[in-house]
Nanobody
Framework: QVQLVESGGGSVQAGGSLRLSCAAS????????MGWYRQAPGKQRELVAT???????SYTNSVKGRFTISRDNARNTVYLQMNSLKPEDTAVYYC???????????WGKGTQVTVSS
């Protein structure tokens, strides 16, 4: 079993920055992919960014150049640095871990990010 605990959400004005963290504990086998998703009110959950255990990153187009995903494999922690935040980035952000060997998917409980104009 894997447990994920997110932190770092909050409220910020447009143009500001926030850094999200997600600490994973439990049976986290490599290779795996850690990532961030978000869900705005009335919308479906969408992928924001992912990073593999080998360090390969991917981003959804709307955050490219503004968000940076990183991870500390020794601490099983993934980060999301969010700069130049926009009101449309307002959402609940969820941490995710996908274990490739078992195809198991794990989710955190989410952290709220609110960007005001």
């Amino acid at each position: 079993q894997v447990q994920l605990v997110e932190s770092g959400g909050g409220s910020v004005q447009a143009g500001g920055s926030l850094r999200l963290s997600c600490a994973a504990s439990g049976s986290i086998f490599s290779p795996n992919t850690m990532g961030w998703y978000r869900q705005a009110p009335g919308k479906q959950r969408e992928l924001v960014a992912t990073i593999t255990s080998g360090g390969t990153r991917s981003y959804t187009n709307s955050v490219k150049g503004r968000f940076t995903i990183s991870r500390d494999n020794a601490r099983n922690t993934v980060y999301l640095q969010m700069n130049s935040l926009k009101p449309e980035d307002t959402a609940v952000y969820y941490c995710n871990v996908f274990i490739r060997s078992s195809s198991n998917n794990y989710w955190g409980k989410g952290t709220q990010v609110t960007v005001s104009s």
